[in-house]
């Protein structure tokens, strides 16, 4: 059976429209869309009856009755001009009759076009995506039907309805798709007669780095450990264990700007709250959760940050940035290196000479080598309990007291410094206080830079 064959068939018993007529055989050629795909067999059809009709008596009424199923069944109007050019009648009783596989879904995109530009109204995106959810009715016709007519070249009324609200959609708004990482995807529910449109408001995404000025103040929001932050009189029923952090000093300027319902800090890594985040700082992606606005000026609400944050928190280097990106910040952590300025007391006053020694042995036993960390006691209740190999690149000394001590220590990513200096009875080693044989404790630590 020839593919003109099986059109006729087809519309033998039902009526579909073009579109849906194309999409039935929508793995067949390439650079048309289905609904050129559809209108060419139709019109294929036409031509070839018209020429039967016009050149051969024998099958004459053969083509009157196909013209007649197009002008009619198929609701064709070239073949039902061709039927009246050439002196013959059709009975134009199917023009009321809808779409056996969309009910003329296809035909009224524009509906589900507006409906969906109105839903933006106070959204400000950059980029979209369409997404379908037929009714099981439309699928289940659609399914019967293929198999009725054994259609193994069709796509999915999907794949179909996306790309076709998407291009009337791109024109209407002048907006591109974007299949990796829409600001907004749209998600039709579609039933033969009835249709919704949800909005789904992708994260909009900022990347920075941040300075801590101020020790006390933790990267993110801490629950109350009492209450677990419903609140209660421990926490002055505020729900958190500290005032503020470094993710309430920066995000509620971000929230109004974008109109955000929330955020979320993703840090890579994180200092402990009495450590100062100095230097360059440290990479940092806000996350703002269904933002209404996308495009403002980064630098503007840096300043204003800056200004509002002064001595406590300060941004700089904001990016727009992306998921991925948040993925990447996460992994990459462990790999950067690290420089802290710590200030250390001994327990047994030392003179310079003695100093001078220990440091010499000190640089030569840990100084580009590995130390062996077992789980700190101080987190031992939130992180399992194992040995975590870690690589101490350079360590820098200065004396200021016989026993008050500055350290520069570069080291890897996700080393316990104040363990590396104290440690931590023994459960880093090597570790300062072992080489010294006094007991070192850290009283003040800053990362003074983070190097990628
Ligand atoms: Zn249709
Ligand atoms: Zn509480």
Redesign the pocket.
């Known amino acids: 059976m020839t593919l003109l064959d099986k059109v006729l068939e087809i519309y033998h018993k039902y009526y579909?429209?073009?579109?849906?007529?194309g999409?039935m055989f929508a793995l067949l050629g390439t650079e048309t869309t289905n609904y050129d795909r559809g209108k060419s067999l139709l019109l294929s059809l036409t031509l070839e009856n018209h020429r039967l009709l016009l050149t051969s008596k024998n099958i004459h009424n053969k083509a009157i009755q196909n013209l007649k199923i197009l002008a009619e069944n198929a609701k064709f109007s070239p073949a039902q001009k061709v039927l009246v050019k050439e002196g013959f009648e059709y009975i134009d009783t199917n023009s009321s009759k809808t779409?056996?596989?969309?009910?003329?879904?296809?035909?009224t995109l524009q509906k589900y076009v507006n409906k969906a530009i109105n839903k933006t109204e106070n959204y400000e995106f950059n980029t979209f995506l369409c997404g379908t959810s037929p009714s099981s009715k439309i699928i289940n016709q659609e399914d019967k039907f293929k198999a009725e007519f054994n259609l193994l070249e069709s796509e999915s009324f999907k794949n179909h309805f996306n790309r076709e609200v998407g291009k009337l959609l791109s024109s209407a708004i002048n907006k591109s798709p974007d299949f990796q990482n829409p600001d907004i995807v749209f998600i039709f529910s579609l039933d033969f007669v009835e249709f919704d449109v949800q909005l789904l408001i992708r994260s909009l995404f900022i990347s920075g780095r941040y300075n801590k000025l101020m020790r006390g103040i933790p990267q993110t929001r801490w629950p109350c450990r009492k209450c677990q932050g419903k609140g209660c009189s421990d926490c002055n029923f505020k729900g958190t264990q500290y005032d503020t952090s470094v993710e309430q000093l920066i995000s509620p300027l971000f929230i109004e700007k974008s109109l955000a319902t929330g955020s979320k800090f993703h840090g890579a890594g994180r200092e402990d709250i009495d450590v100062r985040m100095l230097g360059t700082g440290r990479p940092f992606i806000l996350e703002l959760k269904e933002p209404k606005k996308r495009n403002f000026n980064l630098s503007h609400i840096m300043q204003e940050v800056n200004k509002l944050q002064a001595r406590k928190v300060e941004i700089s280097n904001l990016k727009y940035s992306s998921k991925r990106e948040v993925i990447a910040l996460k992994s990459k952590a462990e790999n950067t290196k690290k420089v802290y300025k710590a200030l250390v007391e001994a327990e047994e006053a030392i003179d310079k000479t003695k100093f001078e020694i220990n440091i010499t042995s000190l640089r030569k036993i840990i100084e580009n080598n590995k130390i062996y960390q077992r789980t700190p006691i101080r987190v031992s209740h939130r992180r399992a309990d194992l040995i975590r190999e870690k690589y101490v690149y350079k360590i820098q000394s200065e004396y200021l007291t016989s026993n008050l001590f500055k350290f520069t220590i570069e080291t890897q990513g996700g080393t316990y410094i104040k363990e590396l200096i104290s440690g931590d009875e023994g459960r880093t080693t090597p570790s300062f206080s072992e080489v010294f044989g006094n007991t070192l404790i850290c009283k003040e630590l800053d990362v003074i830079d983070i190097k990628e």
């Open positions: 579909i429209c073009p579109y849906c007529l999409r779409c056996y596989l969309c009910n003329d879904i296809f035909l």
